[in-house]
């Protein structure tokens, strides 16, 4: 099992681009880009989740299976949400929770 | 066989189970155990997430008179704050790996501190919405989905009205439920600190203290999506 | 060929203690396992009575029996403790527990003390739910259907909502102990391909406990906020959607059926080959197919709610993966078959129960492609051909499986023999009663009664009677296992480390194990499930 231990300045690095992309995704909220406010808003959030769990969690530095136990809950929530949608999207627009 | 003899001087450490052949097998199990849990709770959360996945898909536009009534500055304040808890957490668990204890009693106290911080704001928040739904009288500004909401104050009647409803019920909901997971983690955080500062880690075995480093950046995980998803609808 | 007189051994794992705190305060994974057999055999008798109720009120048509409301307490009475306090955790908390170390050549768990932490949680999930039960009761169904369940039951929907959280908790740990046990305890060469195909079961089904569970479980505290909150979910007057509850509890309950009957997968796959004297067919195939069933188990919960109000077009891309979940079942089903073939077949209990458990399954299974079917869906749904479905498979799949593993593995757990007469009696006795209790529920459901119905029309009376009168028999049937095997506790003769010359690393040990399993941790050098060629004679003992 490796002992690896990450350097502070990498910790002090990922928090100031957690901070940055904060910052970011607050400046783009406070304009109107249409749907692309949403794309940015995932697009942001994901991004510093991945590097949370990249450095702050050490999976960069972790065993594979690490990495298929992120992957599989990340998954089976995409599943859950991808197989909600087929029906939602599916019913009549505009959309009511009531299909016809 | 090779790997119980490599390990043979390891059996006296007290902090090895008697059912582990060796503290790196007793470290593994326990980072996985940690992950299962993470996962799990990722689902738990994830059950939430697709529920609000599905609403703000039908009511757009409740959702987004609903986020426009939260603070986003408030919110980006909270961010801030539990993204600097992530950091400092993790400045614990660099403390604990080279061996400098009294870093990792201050890093975490430091983390503790700044969740309380969090908590502390999160209280004023809530208290702006639920203060209105309390006692007799008009209950203007309530936010507290139910009989008492308060509507008007949104500017919203008719269908939207009860559709906004559901925004606010699942921002309790998700931020009741991260607020509550922040609140289960500070008393352990408070344990590890004080094992921190009795001397029982060491380069060697600082396990407890990875663990719940593991827990408090996914805590903070949470909110990374919630902030935006909560606070930052449509444009302002 | 004379058997010695066997004896116990001098010292093992029951011998350590037999006051409360020496179990109450335990981490051997062992007694642990026993407590949970004594909590959900308990809670199996509250499920027997509550169906007892059930039966009773449909001897006759008119449901004079009892009034609707307690009809509806009593079959969501037996739903509620059979699926989530005695099936979900049966094989796994009690027969996994104690053996899945042993098979492994593992001293513990990986975490013991949290495994110890999941019986209390289970505990407290049942008391709570079943104060719930027995103070006012809970009349919605297992199901607690939206927005029945939120807004108009006048029963303890909040509290049972929270009792079966809790115990969700429970179902959790002891997957998260599994996973991480069998990936990380495993004996110096024992890889993933010579593992038992029991572990290889429990592995899928603590995958689907730790993915799923909590999906219905912050599902049941929505409903619980909802009912003590007035939050507003599943309000239709708010625009809340109560098929969205019903998405989000199936995504869990359907996996949650493979939670049931994988474990019990797993059973089968022990015993036939043991019991066949040959090598199992197809290992890897059955290996990897309870992974495939844990995997698309998740893809197909929909196919419950076709009828619910959800978009035809969402139904068919779940009808067609229902359809996809058949096939992994169906190669173990082959597999286990192919394993008879040109086997020396013993005819005792465990192998009794195995062909009860093909025979049935195989029946349940099949009447499930019948309901993934979307067209005939609509004419069998909330039928009584749904109730037989399940219950061949719950009942003739999945306890079958459980009872033949407890006997299969009773020498090992408690080191003495119970009495085989009784044992093939009271399997006859179990065949007969289910076969006679479900069947005519077959032809109910296709001929249209409905189920969770307290009265029904006059002609179906005969085939209702037919059924109770064969769950008393089963009733019967699950008595005589309970009252010989506590008897053979005090009076069965020493059974030995191995009464069945069966493989694996359990049965290396001796009868009962000792505390810490094994004295040195073995190391594997043979593949598993390596009996003699066919026409051997074996050596008993």
Known sequence: MSHHVVSWKVYLGVFLALVALTVITVWVAGHDFGEFNLVVALGVAITKATLVVLYFMHARYSERLTHVVIASSLVFFAILVFLLLTDYVSRPWPLSPVAS | MAELAAHAGEAHHPALQHHFVSLDQQRAASTLGMWVFIAQEILFFGGLFGAYTVYRTLYPDAFSAGSHHLSWKIGFFNTLVLIGSSLTMAMGVYSAAIGKSKAVVGFILATILLGGVFLGVKYFEYGEKIRPCLGDGPHTGCLVPGARFDAASLHLSGAEAGHVQIYFSLYFAMTGLHALHMIIGAPILLTIAYFAWRGRYSPEYHTPVELVGLYWHFVDIVWIFLFPLLYLIGHH | ?541
């Open chain 3, 1 to 541: 060929m004379t058997s010695d007189r066997k004896t116990l051994p001098a010292d093992h794992y029951l011998k350590h203690g037999w006051d409360l705190k020496s179990w109450l305060l335990t981490t051997d994974h062992k007694r642990i396992g026993l407590m949970y057999l004594v909590s959900i055999t308990l809670m199996f008798a509250i499920g027997s009575l509550y169906a007892g109720l059930v039966r009773w009120n449909l001897l006759v048509p008119d449901g004079s029996h009892m009034s609707a409301e307690a009809y509806n307490k009593a079959f969501t009475g037996h739903g509620v403790v059979m699926v989530f306090f005695f099936l979900i955790p049966s094989i796994p908390a009690t027969l996994g527990n104690f053996l899945i170390p042993l098979m492994i050549g593992a001293k513990d768990l990986a975490f013991p003390r949290i495994n110890l932490l999941s019986w209390y949680i289970y505990i407290v999930g049942a008391a709570l739910t079943m104060w719930a039960l027995l103070t006012g009761g809970l009349d919605t169904g297992w199901t607690f259907y939206t927005p029945y369940s939120t807004a108009f039951a006048e029963s303890n929907v909040a509290v049972a909502a929270v009792g079966i959280f809790i115990a969700g908790f429970s179902s959790i740990l002891t997957g998260l102990n599994f996973i991480v046990t069998i990936h990380k305890m495993r004996a110096p060469g024992l890889t993933w391909f010579r593992m038992p195909l029991f572990v290889w079961a429990h592995y899928a089904t603590s995958i689907i406990q730790v993915l799923g569970t909590p999906v219905v479980a912050i599902t049941i505290l929505l409903v619980a906020l909802e009912r003590l909150f007035h939050f507003g979910f599943f309000d239709p007057n708010r625009g809340g959607d109560p098929i969205l509850f019903q998405h989000l509890f199936w995504f869990y309950s359907h996996p949650a059926v493979y939670i049931m009957i994988l474990p019990s997968m797993g059973v089968i796959s022990e015993i036939v080959t043991c019991f066949s004297r040959k090598r199992i067919f197809g290992y890897s195939f059955i290996a990897m197919s309870s992974l495939a069933i844990a995997a698309i188990g998740f893809l197909v919960w929909a196919h419950h709610m076709f009828v619910s109000g959800m978009t035809v077009y969402s139904a068919m891309v779940f009808s067609a993966l229902t359809y996809l979940v058949a096939v992994p079942s169906a190669i173990k089903t082959f597999n286990w078959t192919a394993t008879l073939f040109r086997g020396s077949v013993q005819w005792d209990t465990p192998m009794i129960y195995v062909f009860c458990f093909i025979g049935l399954f195989l029946i349940g299974g099949l009447t499930g492609l019948f309901l993934g079917n979307l067209g005939l869906d609509v004419h069998l749904t909330d039928t009584y051909f749904i109730v037989a479905h399940f219950h061949y498979i719950m009942v003739g799949g999945a306890i079958m499986g459980y009872l033949g593993g407890l006997h299969f593995w009773w020498p090992k757990i408690t080191g003495r023999n119970y009495n085989e007469s009784w044992g093939k009696i009271s399997s006859l006795l179990v065949f007969v009663g289910f076969n006679l209790t479900f069947f005519p529920q077959f032809v109910l459901g296709y001929l249209g009664m409905p189920r969770r119905y307290h009265a029904y029309p006059e002609e179906f009376q005969i085939l209702n009677v037919l059924s109770t009168a064969g769950a008393t028999i089963l009733g019967f049937g699950y008595i005589f296992p309970f009252s010989y095997l506590t008897h053979s506790l005090f009076r069965g003769e020493p059974a030995g480390p191995n009464p069945w010359g069966a493989k694996g690393l359990e049965w290396t040990t001796q009868s009962p194990p000792t505390t810490h399993n094994f004295d040195e941790v073995p190391v594997v050098t043979e593949e598993p499930y390596h009996y003699a060629a066919e026409g051997e004679e074996h050596a008993r003992g």
